[in-house]
């Protein structure tokens, strides 16, 4: 709005001058004047309005794109998606805890991405976020042919379509995007200069992300319920199974993911690659600060008073005579009566003749006769392990014979995109060691 008061007005400036009351007539009415200008100035303030429907950009724009978010837009993509994600605690507390894990070993110095999809007319910091996902990377072995590789994969998480826009193909374009992005992201200092892997966890069944690549692979898990002192103490005495002892974080450190560990994690992949060549063997590499990160997000439900502190913090359980170590932690449910302890990792050296077999099932039993203790001490509804191998399975038998592998069909379905074959792997893949701790 421009106004030009002076110039009409100023004849009356010079008529009025020496007139004391014409010239308080005069301000009277700039005043007025002045304070319309103001009224009107005002009301044009106030928010942007939501885009209609018909603003909105077309799925297959050529503007939209997938970029990292800045440091305020991945703030806001966590207000977006907390309504759906934040469970009991407050929105406060949800932003507190993802900003809490994104500062363990595992996630921080650039290691977690929040990707927005968005217009890119739009200027950063006042982009409208149209769909939203993170990635992490990963420390992860390549085995091929008995040829064992250091590389990194990417983890895909926290995949949200705002509500409002469902519907109109933001995600699907946003997983497309993000395809083609993983083939190369951060992998500039890698010897192959490219992505071989990346994975995500489904929560809505095996058909979604498939069609952009993530085929599913095996997602079982066997449920033991807790145990209480007396039924704890009464296994012991019928059961004959070893004794193990329980872990603190720096047991599993030394336990499971020293150097010797990886060592034998190495050596076990050359072996069963040599063994069955037609196919690469990948896994996420099962080191100390996957366990941490998983161990912060408990500690933070600790904090807000979700879990009783449990003092000593307790990780998990080993035989140290057959070598069996299990680590853990503890998951929050809907409701208080639905949370579970998972066991993230559990270890074993490869029995090599039938006493050995069985010695190694009454050790691994062992294990897991202490998680459910544990669990019964912690409040929790069952202890979970993900992908049980073939010995686990007995091992759990040998405790109870109606223990059933469940094969999930619709949560927490491991997929897989494997872009090996371009880099002369073939097209098979097998996943070792899919279990709870690389999950993201």
């Known amino acids: 709005m421009e106004l030009s008061l002076e110039a009409s007005l100023e004849p009356y400036i010079c008529a009025c001058f020496n007139d004391s009351i ?45 970029v990292p978010a800045t440091p305020e837009e991945h703030l806001e993509t966590l207000r977006l998606n907390s309504k759906a994600w934040k469970g009991q605690i407050t929105l406060d507390q949800y932003i507190e805890r993802e900003t809490r894990l994104s500062k363990q070993n595992l996630t921080k110095d650039g290691s977690l991405t929040c990707w927005i999809l968005v217009d890119r007319r739009q200027e950063p ?30 983890g895909v998480g926290s995949v949200f379509a705002r509500s409002e826009f469902r519907g109109r193909g933001y995600a699907g374009r946003m997983m497309e995007e993000l395809a083609k992005k ?22 809505i069944g095996k058909n979604y992300y498939s069609k952009y690549g993530w085929k599913p692979f095996p997602s079982s898990h066997i449920s033991l319920p807790p145990l209480s002192d007396s039924q704890f103490q009464t296994s012991l005495e019928t059961a004959k199974l070893p004794k193990a002892k329980m872990l603190a974080a720096e047991d599993v450190r030394e336990s499971m993911c020293s150097e010797i560990n990886e060592k034998k994690n ?19 590499a099962p080191d100390y600060d996957h366990m941490v990160w998983h161990w912060a997000r408990e500690a933070f439900y600790e904090d807000v008073g979700v879990f009783e502190k449990a003092d000593p913090p307790v990780r998990g359980a080993g035989v140290d005579h057959h070598h069996i170590y299990c680590s853990w932690v503890r998951s929050v449910g809907d409701s208080p009566t639905s949370h579970t302890l998972y066991i993230l990792r559990l270890i074993y050296d490869e029995p090599s003749t039938p006493a050995e077999e069985l010695a190694t099932i009454e050790a691994i039993a062992a294990v897991l006769r202490q998680a459910q203790y544990a669990a019964y001490k912690l409040k929790m509804k069952s202890v979970d392990f993900w992908n049980p191998s073939p010995l686990v399975e007995k091992a759990a038998k040998l405790m109870d014979q109606n223990v059933q592998v469940v094969h999930r069909e619709d949560s927490s379905i491991s997929s897989l995109k494997w872009n090996g074959a371009s880099q002369g792997l073939g097209d098979e893949v097998e996943w070792v060691w899919n279990e709870k701790y690389s999950w993201c």
């Open 125 to 154: 910091n006042s982009r409208l976020i149209l769909s939203s996902c993170e990635t992490y990377r990963k420390p992860a072995y390549l085995a091929y042919k008995g040829k064992v590789e250091d590389i990194i994969c990417h």
């Open 266 to 284: 190495r050596n076990f992949l050359k072996v069963v690659s040599e063994k069955s060549p037609s196919s690469a063997k990948i896994s996420i």
């Open 22 to 66: 014409r010239l308080v007539r005069y301000l009277t009415r700039v005043s007025i004047l002045a304070i319309s200008i103001l009224r009107i100035d005002t009301s044009t303030m106030g928010s942007v309005a939501p885009p209609k429907n018909e603003d909105l950009p077309q799925a297959d724009s050529p503007y939209l794109e997938l």
């Open 182 to 203: 993983l083939d190369t992201w951060q992998s500039e200092n890698q010897p192959r200069k490219q992505g071989i892997f990346s994975v995500l966890f489904s929560d």
